[in-house]
């Protein structure tokens, strides 16, 4: 699986664990930054990201943090072809994937530890898109893009 990932400042140490441990599962991961802890806005982090997921020519999925991914998880939306979840836990990371066809997840490193994050990651990358009833659902999200423009 094809990652791209990025942070603000308050992200950055969550961030660097993930991606190594998205490397050790044999996934390719691009790092968009930030590339410390000094402070920076995270809208530019999450349309960074937002922008290269919705682009990709192949499978791709985003991973965005910030102090509690309410504000990297707006900007990320903002881009058309984008479906970020913000999760807190497992269950909604899986469901993100499964019903909503979610390309990229947001989380909040001032909101969950390692563990739960590692957690939400894992359950993100390991599910598909059931499609099915789903798909109709999916359809009208990428109709409010085109609509948006």
């Avoid at 390309?103 to 898109?129: H, K, M, P, S, Y």
Wanted: charged share 20%.
């Amino acid at each position: 699986m094809r990652w791209f990932v990025g942070s603000d400042h308050a992200g950055f140490a969550l961030k660097r664990h993930l991606c190594e441990l998205l490397r050790g599962l044999g996934d390719e991961v691009a790092d968009l930054g930030t590339d410390s802890e000094q402070s920076v806005d995270y809208p530019d982090y999450g349309a960074a990201v937002g922008r290269a997921v919705a682009s990709a020519r192949t499978p791709t999925l985003g991973l965005i943090i910030c102090g509690t991914g309410v504000g990297i998880s707006i900007a990320a939306n903002k881009v058309p072809g984008v479906r970020c979840a913000l999760c807190t836990e497992a269950f909604t990371a899986t469901a993100s994937r499964a019903h909503n066809d979610a390309n990229v997840i947001a989380l909040g490193a001032r909101v969950i530890g390692a563990g739960v994050a590692e957690a939400c990651v894992r359950a993100f990358r390991d599910t598909a898109f059931e499609g099915g009833r789903h798909s109709r659902r999916v359809a009208k999200l990428t109709t409010l893009d085109d609509s948006s423009r």
